[in-house]
């Protein structure tokens, strides 16, 4: 719907331009007769387009135009006049006037021919609009994800998304508030309410709720309100939504909901879906800032555990030294003796046994080597991507297609990870036989999230399924599946084979949930049973 303001002080002219406006061409129109009247109509509603006569009391159309400028309306305008002077038209085109329209003629194709420029005239502009407000929008996330991924302290992270929300004048106002329940806030942070926000927090922590919060919280979908009527009367946040629109999404963090988001736009943009992604992309942003804060926070005990790792690895060396230097006195004592020595079958016995001996020795320091590494540094987030992006370049001189998930994924787990995924690769290459697609694909379960690695090569038979993962299997000049192992339940990440013999090997990667980040697109929901939801259809509209 186009609703424009007409102003001219040809009351008869006026009544007929608005009527027909409205009866043939469904534009809605409010009419004044004086241009001081006009601009407190301006003050008071919202229009997409002025159309002025020239010749007024009081104001000319140009003086008009100018006096809208300077209030800060910019609203396009056209000039409706019987004055045919050529320096009239310039002036009003220099002066920012759209289209100059000369009264006269044939009053319905008058009106017609203006109906036709209101229309194209205001299209543009709400184009115009839009284009520059979701760039916006846009840039904004932009400098959110940087700070997501570089600022430390919470608060300040909260406080310094809702300044950018408002400051690319992207929204009108902003709010985060998290609590356990409602009432019970946690952490809260706005922009664009000023110190009336801090009574309005007085509000929230007595476990009062707007409408659009409390239908938010029952909802995975955009709450919208549009220019706050019906229901809004009692909301505290009502003032700075004047003839805006407002929508509210709940946060959730590991399928906890755990607050709320809702920012204020102009009321033209609120339906648009453009509008919706962008601010549901922006919500998942900050679920997964608050997760990443979370997780953090759980792990700093392993810097006091570095500490003590730093001072056991100096003692390992020293002894592991000492002792592989013994290893190679007694071998080649061993091979004195045994020149020394007539042949005799007891004897070459003994020491060829003490020989094996030292050789598993030297096998089990070699072993330790690797141990050596867990720990250090301390566990952080991998990105599993750009493992698995590094290690398949293994495959690249091998004819083995690979398919992997598209979801992109932060593990907590120790950086030897790494090795882990090329141990797999190196395994399909080195045992799977006739091997020719390597998959890697991913599902959660309530409890945790499963990496799933199979190839299409011999398998394990399942006599050897548990075996491959106890120590002496594998090449001892690299990682093999015990270390694996290993490497991974340092942080509570478990790793098992279960694959069908002949039909390939599948290793299954199982990670507790809170080890694991996943930015989800836009229109994903995280529960027990994943779905997409159409932009469309993931959005709720309360008037």
Same mark, same amino acid.
């Given at each position: 719907m186009i609703k424009i303001l007409i102003v001219d002080d040809e009351r008869t002219l006026l009544d007929a331009e608005a009527l027909y406006l409205k009866r043939k061409e469904n534009i809605d129109s409010d009419i004044c007769t004086s241009p001081l009247d006009a601009l407190e109509l301006l003050e008071l509603n919202s229009y997409d387009l002025?159309?002025?006569?020239?010749?007024?009391?009081?104001?000319?159309?140009?003086?008009?135009?100018?006096?809208?400028?300077?209030?800060?309306?910019?609203?396009?305008?056209?000039?409706?006049?019987? +004055?045919? @002077?050529? %320096?009239?038209? &310039?002036?009003? #085109?220099?002066?920012?006037?759209?289209?100059?329209?000369?009264?006269?003629?044939?009053?319905?194709?008058?009106?017609?021919?203006?109906?036709?420029?209101?229309?194209?005239?205001?299209? +543009?502009? @709400?184009? %115009?609009?839009? &284009?520059?407000? #979701?760039?916006?929008?846009?840039?904004?996330?932009?400098?959110?994800?940087?700070?997501?991924?570089?600022?430390?302290?919470?608060?300040?992270?909260?406080?310094?998304?809702?300044?950018?929300?408002?400051?690319? %004048?992207?929204?009108?106002?902003?709010?985060?508030?998290?609590?356990?329940?409602?009432?019970?806030?946690?952490?809260a942070e706005q922009s664009g309410f000023g110190e009336e926000f801090d009574s309005i927090l007085e509000w929230l922590r007595k476990g009062e709720l707007t409408g659009c919060a409390r239908k938010a919280l029952e909802s995975d979908r955009i709450i919208i309100s549009d220019k706050?009527?019906?229901?809004?009367?009692?909301?505290?946040?009502?003032?700075?939504?004047?003839?805006?629109?407002?929508?509210?999404?709940?946060l959730v963090n590991r399928g906890r909901t755990i607050g709320i988001i809702s920012v204020t736009v102009p009321s033209d943009f609120i339906m648009d879906k453009d509008e919706r992604f962008l601010f549901e992309t922006l919500t998942r942003d900050l679920e997964y800032a608050i997760s990443s804060f979370e997780i953090i926070e759980k792990y700093t005990g392993y810097e006091a555990l570095e500490n003590a790792n730093i001072k056991l690895s100096r003692l390992n060396r020293e002894i592991f030294s000492r002792i592989l230097g013994n290893t190679d006195i007694i071998s080649l004592n061993l091979e004195k003796i045994e020149d020394l020595i007539p042949k005799n079958r007891i004897i070459a016995g003994y020491i060829e046994s003490a020989d094996r001996a030292v050789g598993s020795i030297k096998d089990e320091l070699r072993l330790s080597g690797f141990f050596e590494?867990?720990?250090?540094?301390?566990?952080?987030?991998?990105?599993?991507?750009?493992?698995?992006?590094?290690?398949?370049?293994?495959?690249?001189?091998?004819?083995?297609?690979?398919?992997?998930?598209?979801?992109?994924?932060?593990?907590?787990?120790?950086?030897?990870?790494?090795?882990?995924?090329?141990?797999?690769?190196?395994?399909?290459l080195i045992h799977g036989r006739s091997a020719d697609f390597i998959e890697i694909s991913f599902y959660e379960t309530p409890e945790r999230a499963v990496i799933v690695y199979e190839d299409n090569g011999a398998g394990i038979p399942n006599n050897m399924k548990n075996l491959i993962f106890t120590p002496g299997y594998g090449d001892e000049n690299r990682m093999n599946l015990f270390i694996s192992a290993e490497v991974l339940d340092l942080t509570g990440i478990t790793i098992c084979e279960c694959g069908t013999y002949g039909n390939g090997v599948r290793f299954e990667i199982k990670i507790p949930l809170k080890n694991i980040i996943l930015r989800r697109k836009p229109g994903e929901i995280s529960g027990k049973d994943n779905f997409l939801i159409s932009p469309d259809r993931n959005v709720a509209v309360t008037e």
């Open positions: 002025i159309v002025s006569d020239y010749e007024m009391p009081g104001l000319n159309g140009l003086e008009f135009l100018a006096e809208t400028h300077k209030r800060g309306h910019e609203i396009p305008f056209i000039l409706f006049t019987g +004055k045919s @002077r050529e %320096e009239i038209a &310039i002036a009003a #085109l220099n002066s920012g006037v759209d289209y100059y329209i000369q009264k006269g003629g044939d009053i319905g194709v008058l009106f017609t021919e203006m109906a036709h420029i209101i229309r194209k005239t205001v299209e +543009k502009k @709400r184009a %115009e609009d839009k &284009i520059r407000h #979701l760039t916006r929008i846009l840039s904004t996330i932009r400098n959110i994800r940087e700070i997501i991924n570089t600022e430390r302290d919470f608060n300040v992270l909260l406080r310094s998304l809702c300044d950018l929300m408002t400051d690319e %004048e992207g929204y009108n106002n902003a709010r985060i508030v998290l609590f356990e329940k409602p009432g019970e806030i946690v952490a706050c009527s019906g229901g809004c009367t009692d909301c505290p946040f009502r003032d700075h939504h004047n003839r805006r629109g407002a929508m509210t999404m709940r590494l867990l720990g250090k540094p301390e566990p952080g987030w991998n990105n599993l991507d750009n493992i698995i992006e590094k290690n398949s370049i293994l495959l690249n001189e091998h004819n083995i297609d690979f398919k992997k998930f598209d979801e992109e994924m932060l593990v907590f787990a120790d950086p030897m990870l790494d090795s882990v995924f090329e141990n797999l690769f190196r395994n399909t």
